[in-house]
C-alpha cells in the first residue's frame, strides 16, 4: 500500500496543501498527514470537509483573523514561577476572543451544520 502512496506522490500533495495553510500548525499539520485506510472513518471525514466547504461558499467565510501559534506561550505558561509578559497575555487574549468568534460562527448555523 506504500508504494502506492509514493506512487501517487502523496508527500507532494501534503506539501502542496501546506501551501495553503493559514498558522505554522496548520503547515506542519499538513506536512505529517498519512493516509487513511479506514473506509468509514475516510467516509466521515469527507463528509466533513464537504460540509465545511458547502458553508464557505454559501455563507460568509470562517472568521480565523487573528489566528497565531501560541504554543510556545502556552508551554511557558505551564512552567511554575513563570512570569508571561504583556505581549504574551496579549496573544492568549486574541486566541480567546478569536474561539469565541468561532463558537458564534458555528452556533449561528447550525441549521446548515449537522454536529
Same mark, same amino acid.
Request: net charge neutral; with cysteine; glycine share 2%.
Given at each position: 500500500?506504500?508504494?502506492?502512496?509514493?506512487?501517487?506522490?502523496?508527500?507532494?500533495?501534503?506539501?502542496?496543501?501546506? =501551501?495553503? /495553510?493559514?498558522?505554522? +500548525?496548520?503547515?506542519?499539520? /499538513?506536512?505529517?498527514?498519512?493516509?487513511?485506510?479506514?473506509?468509514?472513518?475516510?467516509?466521515?471525514?469527507?463528509? =466533513?470537509?464537504?460540509?465545511?466547504?458547502?458553508?464557505?461558499?454559501?455563507? =460568509? $467565510?470562517?472568521?480565523?483573523?487573528?489566528?497565531?501559534?501560541?504554543?510556545?506561550?502556552?508551554?511557558? /505558561?505551564?512552567?511554575?514561577?513563570?512570569?508571561?509578559? =504583556?505581549?504574551?497575555? /496579549?496573544?492568549? $487574549?486574541?486566541? +480567546? @476572543?478569536?474561539?469565541?468568534?468561532?463558537?458564534?460562527?458555528?452556533?449561528?448555523?447550525?441549521?446548515? @451544520?449537522?454536529?
Amino acid at each position: 500500500m506504500e508504494s502506492l502512496f509514493k506512487v501517487l506522490e502523496f508527500d507532494k500533495v501534503c506539501e502542496n496543501l501546506s =501551501q495553503y /495553510a493559514i498558522s505554522p +500548525l496548520g503547515k506542519e499539520l /499538513a506536512l505529517e498527514l498519512t493516509p487513511i485506510t479506514d473506509t468509514k472513518f475516510r467516509y466521515l471525514i469527507l463528509s =466533513q470537509v464537504t460540509e465545511l466547504r458547502d458553508l464557505i461558499s454559501y455563507d =460568509q $467565510a470562517v472568521p480565523l483573523e487573528g489566528l497565531s501559534d501560541i504554543r510556545t506561550v502556552l508551554k511557558r /505558561a505551564k512552567l511554575v514561577g513563570t512570569i508571561l509578559r =504583556q505581549e504574551e497575555f /496579549a496573544d492568549l $487574549a486574541k486566541m +480567546l @476572543i478569536l474561539v469565541r468568534r468561532l463558537v458564534s460562527y458555528f452556533k449561528s448555523r447550525e441549521e446548515k @451544520i449537522p454536529f
